[in-house]
């Protein structure tokens, strides 16, 4: 079966609400409607994306957590109803303030963790959705019904959902993806922009589930990550008083992991020691040492300038005085760092520097590794002596290729994560 990111499983997950609406309202209520059925891997952003759809149609999000309910009497309790005399007439349902609410007024409920709901439990979800009745109530036309859960191989508690709710409702299955991620981070700052950095750096890490470990990254430990930073804001804070200093790594250890509080650690300590001044008037990146005084990782260092200097242009603006920045957006990045830094530029800044090229003439730098000189090029005034120099550094000195704009981002959604389970 197809595997969606989250943005796509986002579009078809509206679709099927709105055809769902639409049937409620004009065709009926006693009929199986079209009922999404989100299926995806833990902390990957299912319960975010039904939030979302609740605050866009100014509804009530109302979830239900499937695996608590242990009788389908949890909908609605039968209550003895008694005649003048006394004698018991007829039985009514009581129902629980959920249910009552999506009676009278529209909701959306989102059932969460169906697969992990008993199976008499999964018949009653089965009966609410096909009928759109809680016991002898009819949902209100406007109340809408999602679902959600894990696949067996994502949760170790994870259980198959009967065929008889796979055949009636439209499964989705969708994986975090960093692209969707990344733009539901940036929405209202969901996910800290130093997080988004690391993960276009390292996207593997942005969900990695792991068998008998006891955290790993998924978006919903980036997004408690980030709720963590926005209050011990210190990045070099002493948490232990033992001369540590390293407050974000514990942060992102105890939410995703050691190995990825580790990385990050590292590629956020590369990022402080970018020399953003000579890019912007030089074109050049010199080299980064770790914190054994050596070359850091090319490409860590590579990914670490794009975010320095993202960074710095969104609080500075560009300016006629960044002479180097031109070359170096224009002389030929990798293409997953053209797409990295497009994604982190600002739009305002990314218009910015769109225009600038346009403006001027184009120039080339002399011979990266790589990319191979084109002598017809130096002969039609491209290169040679007028070119910007800084390719031809010594070992310790390996010059950044500059790199082309991609299309700035389109806002939405913030996996985006969202996207991603705000992350439940």
């Given at each position: 079966?197809?595997?969606?990111?989250?943005?796509?499983?986002?579009?078809?997950?509206?679709?099927?609400?709105d055809i769902q609406h639409m049937l409620a309202e004009h065709?009926?209520?006693n009929r199986v409607l079209n009922t999404p059925l989100l299926l995806g891997p833990v902390g990957g952003g299912k319960t975010s994306m039904a939030q979302l759809e609740a605050e866009e149609r100014a509804m009530v999000f109302s979830p239900i957590n499937s695996g608590e309910l242990s009788d389908p009497a949890d909908f609605g309790i039968p209550v003895p109803q008694a005649d003048e005399d006394g004698r018991l007439r007829t039985m009514e349902y009581c129902l629980n303030s959920q249910a009552a609410q999506a009676c009278k007024e529209p909701v959306l409920l989102f059932f969460d963790d169906l697969d992990k709901a008993p199976a008499h439990v999964q018949g009653s979800f089965l009966s609410i959705a096909g009928s759109r009745m809680f016991r002898d109530q009819h949902l209100h036309p406007g109340t809408l019904i999602m679902g959600a859960g894990n696949r067996v191989g994502d949760d170790m508690f994870?259980?198959?959902?009967?065929?008889?709710?796979?055949?009636?409702?439209?499964?989705?299955?969708?994986?975090p993806d960093i692209k969707s991620f990344v733009e539901f981070g940036k929405v209202d700052d969901e996910i800290h922009p130093d997080f988004l950095g690391y993960l276009l750096y390292k996207p593997e890490h942005l969900n990695q589930p792991k068998p008998n470990v006891n955290r790993f990254?998924?978006?919903?430990?980036?997004?408690?990550?980030s709720r963590h930073v926005s209050v011990y804001s210190d990045p070099y804070e002493d948490v232990f008083n033992d001369g540590s200093k390293d407050n974000w790594r514990l942060i992102v250890s105890l939410k995703c992991g050691d190995h990825v509080g580790n990385d990050f650690w590292a590629w956020f300590k590369i990022v402080r020691r970018v020399n953003v001044e000579r890019i912007l008037k030089h074109g050049v990146l010199d080299t980064v040492l770790d914190d054994e005084g050596k070359p850091a990782d090319k490409?860590?260092?590579?990914?670490?300038?794009?975010?320095?200097?993202?960074?710095?242009?969104?609080?500075?603006?560009?300016k006629a005085t960044y002479t180097g920045l031109e070359s170096f957006i224009d002389t030929g990045l990798e293409p997953e760092l053209q797409i990295a830094l497009a994604m982190q530029m600002p739009p305002k800044v990314l218009g910015s520097c769109r225009r600038r090229s346009r403006a001027q003439p184009r120039r080339s730098c002399s011979t990266s590794p790589g990319?191979?000189?084109?002598?017809?090029r130096e002969m039609q005034g491209q290169?040679?002596?007028?070119?910007?120099?800084?390719?031809?550094?010594?070992?310790?000195?390996p010059r950044a290729p500059g790199r082309l704009l991609a299309t700035g981002r389109e806002h939405r959604d913030p996996g985006g994560p969202g996207p991603p389970d705000a992350m439940h």
């Open positions: 079966m197809t595997v969606y990111g989250w943005k796509k499983a986002q579009m078809l997950v509206r679709r099927e609400l065709a009926g209520l994870a259980n198959e959902i009967s065929e008889s709710i796979r055949t009636r409702m439209t499964i989705i299955e969708m994986e990254p998924c978006p919903r430990g980036w997004w408690e990550a490409r860590m260092a590579q990914y670490a300038a794009i975010y320095a200097l993202s960074q710095y242009l969104a609080k500075h603006g560009v990319r191979p000189r084109d002598p017809r290169g040679g002596p007028g070119a910007v120099q800084g390719s031809a550094q010594g070992p310790h000195r």
